[in-house]
């Protein structure tokens, strides 16, 4: 009897999906071998290169690298330098001084921000104003800084709603808004980059703005104190009320904590002590033994979804270093079971039955940020080993002749043509930092959501006055 084609390929995928999920509980933990760290760090080093000259081989000038056809890719048609900005602080972290020359060059001398378009405002945020502001302090270009003020200038109309949450897209050159319904990680992740850019240039408006839009994010969460996935700019209405530390709420959980540490913002620090205690009650979820995050609805807390993915890996990071290095510790332990089911990880899994939900990989950084944070609190050589097989996997899977590709699966390992700015940002910079710890004073800092280290160089205002700070040091 011939057995249909079809019915072949739906057997091979179904053992290819069912297999890992048989032995997930049993995840093997990191090679025991020491790392050779400096050896790992020139290994990253060169791996960053290798993105990074594909990049200024074929999409110079553009946003972004194509990496399979070699081709450039523009977010919005015309290009704002995503790849160049986002780069370049990894590109002085790592010592590469002539290539950082020469980038800081390109964007000081051709980045123009008035243009016709609608951005989405969190975006250029945490990857343009963050990167440009970064830079600015590593470097002490004041031609940066310039660029940032005419930027956050420019995106400024995008809080103007009847609620103070801003817009979802604003047009650079008329200031024009659209998209009411938006969600947490985007009215809430503004502070670290708008807030710095008014302690370095002296004017307080960006951080009233943005500091107002995270507030009014926190004021609208539940009576159980949970935030959902969806929320109306122009109504303040949740328009979604699933709950979870997943994209669209994600990096407002984490500037919650990282806006106390960087400003000294006690209005932060109590919005942060109002907020983690519910995550942890209701989000958190024991499987196995083993400690999870899932989705709940907001109003409720009643369980809705028993899913995890790359982006959720974030939040071991945001654990330790808000001082919960255990919990951290924990679910670490679960994200790197979910790194080894495929051999690199899907964008989500049900981790009950440990079966991928979605299976692309976005070369997303999460996971590698987490690693680097508790070997930072715990110096425990197990993360290095998780580190060495986490790049390993990477090469392997995610190299191409020309950058590095996502995958359109874990399971088949197929690969995707494009390789996004904050591969440049943060994937490899966390790598690189995790092997390579004193290229950065860690407590100096404040890691932006994309990676990009913003430091304190003004004074911290007194318990409750969250002024900023009138004159600005510059550099
Ligand atoms: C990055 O742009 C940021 O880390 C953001 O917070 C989430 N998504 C990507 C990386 O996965």
């Known amino acids: 009897m011939k057995i249909p084609n079809t019915l072949l390929v739906n057997l091979l995928a179904l053992l290819l999906t069912a297999l890992p999920a048989w032995r997930a509980s049993a995840a093997a933990p990191p090679e025991s071998a020491p790392v050779d760290n400096a050896a790992m760090a020139a290994r990253v080093k060169a791996e960053f290169l290798h993105a990074w000259n594909n990049y200024k081989r074929y999409a110079w000038g553009h946003d972004e690298l194509r990496p399979l056809s070699k081709t450039p890719f523009d977010w919005y048609g015309q290009s704002l330098l995503m790849t160049p900005v986002d780069a370049l602080d990894t590109l002085v972290l790592m010592g590469l001084k002539d290539e950082a020359d020469a ?14 378009i609608y951005v989405k405002n969190f975006e250029i945020t945490i990857r343009l104003l963050g990167g440009l502001l970064s830079g600015y302090q590593l ?189 951290a510790a924990r679910l670490q332990d679960s994200s790197f079971r979910m790194w ?63 950058g590095y590709a996502a995958l359109e699966s874990v399971i088949t390992k197929q690969q995707r043509d494009t390789m996004q700015s904050y591969v440049l940002a943060e994937t490899f910079k966390y790598y690189y930092l995790l092997f390579q710890p004193d290229a950065l004073d860690f407590d100096a800092v404040t890691f932006n959501t994309e990676a990009h280290p913003l430091r304190r160089t003004w004074q911290v205002a007194a318990a409750g006055d969250d002024r900023p700070a009138s004159a600005p040091p510059r550099r």
């Open 103 to 116: 980038d800081r060059e390109l964007i000081a001398t051709t980045l123009d921000f008035d243009k016709d």
């Open 340 to 402: 080894q089911l495929h051999g690199i990880e899907p964008e989500e899994l049900d981790y009950r039955s440990m079966r991928v939900l979605a299976p692309g990989y976005a070369l997303r950084p999460e996971i590698v940020e987490s690693t680097y944070y508790l070997y930072h609190y715990t110096h425990d050589p197990k993360y290095l080993a998780m580190g060495r097989t986490m790049f390993d996997d990477f090469v392997r899977y995610c190299r191409t002749a020309n």
């Open 139 to 327: 470097t002490g270009d004041e031609r940066l800084l310039h660029k940032a003020e005419d930027l956050g200038t420019r995106l400024l109309p995008a809080f103007d709603s009847p609620t103070g949450l801003p817009w979802e897209f604003v047009n650079l050159r008329t200031g024009k808004t659209r998209g009411a319904v938006t969600n947490p990680a985007e009215t809430g992740t503004l502070l670290l980059e708008f807030g710095t850019l008014s302690k370095l240039s002296g004017n307080p408006v960006f951080y009233a703005k943005a500091k107002r839009a995270l507030v009014e994010t926190f004021k609208r969460r539940s009576k159980i104190g949970l935030v959902g996935a969806g929320i109306n700019v122009e109504t303040g209405q949740w328009t979604d009320r699933n709950s979870s530390i997943s994209g669209g709420i994600d990096s407002y959980d984490e500037y919650l904590w990282k806006c106390w540490r960087l400003f000294g913002d006690q209005d932060c620090l109590a919005m942060w002590k109002a907020s983690i205690p519910a995550i942890n009650k209701y989000l958190a979820d024991e499987v196995r033994g083993e400690l999870w995050y899932g989705h709940a609805d907001m109003q409720t807390g009643k369980r809705t979804a028993t899913t995890y993915g790359a982006l959720d890996a974030f939040f071991p990071a945001l654990l330790a270093l808000s001082g919960d290095v255990p919990r």
